[in-house]
């Protein structure tokens, strides 16, 4: 009686990483495409239909400055979701399109812009027709998760600003190293 031999199946081979395949990689999520706006006036708008993790992280820091910035202005642009969310997407808009050179950093400017993009559409074009939703979302759940963070910052420092206050022996946070001697620059080199 002959055995029937069934082939095995065998694994792709495991090949090491090269710096030519990150190159690659870099090069094909930093390439942008064309999207035609408007055929008769011949309009265009570049994207990143990937979008690059260096821009994202670019935005969630320009998202912590406006907020710092409407923090220390006492504006309260960023006191419901809906404004948090036109920013974003104004601030999405400036990083993973062309419009990045277009649209100045300064935030006062920005909501202008971004009230006259949203009046004329346009907004609404990008992340309808343009942007990938998924890259949105993803952008959105690391806007969630930073938010989230800074709270959970805010909470403990608040926590040990509270404990500091019940402090008895408030002397010590005065000189906090009056304890220690630390020694000069004669004594180390004698």
């Given at each position: ?6 082939p ?110 949203i ?7 990008l ?43 408030k ?6 190293f ?13």
């Amino acid at each position: 009686m002959s055995k029937s031999t069934t082939p095995k199946q065998s694994k792709p081979r495991q090949k090491q990483i090269k710096l030519s395949h990150i190159q690659k990689q870099h090069k094909q999520i930093n390439k942008m495409e064309t999207y035609v706006l408007d055929e008769e006036q011949n309009l265009i708008i570049k994207y990143y239909p990937i979008f690059p993790e260096n821009k994202i992280e670019e935005l969630l820091k320009e998202l912590h400055e406006a907020i710092l910035y409407c923090e220390s202005e006492n504006l309260d642009f960023f006191k419901s979701d809906d404004q948090l969310y036109k920013y974003l997407y104004l601030l999405i808009t400036r990083k993973m399109t062309s419009l990045e050179s277009e649209i100045p950093k300064d935030f006062p400017s920005q909501i202008s812009i971004l009230s006259q993009m949203i009046d004329i559409g346009l907004i609404r074009t990008l992340f309808d027709s343009v942007l990938d939703g998924n890259e949105v979302t993803e952008v959105f759940a690391r806007v969630d998760e930073m938010i989230t963070n800074l709270v959970k910052i805010a909470e403990a420092t608040q926590k040990e600003m509270a404990k500091l206050e019940r402090l008895e022996n408030k002397e010590i946070l005065s000189t906090p190293f009056n304890v220690l001697s630390t020694p000069s620059s004669t004594d180390v080199f004698q």
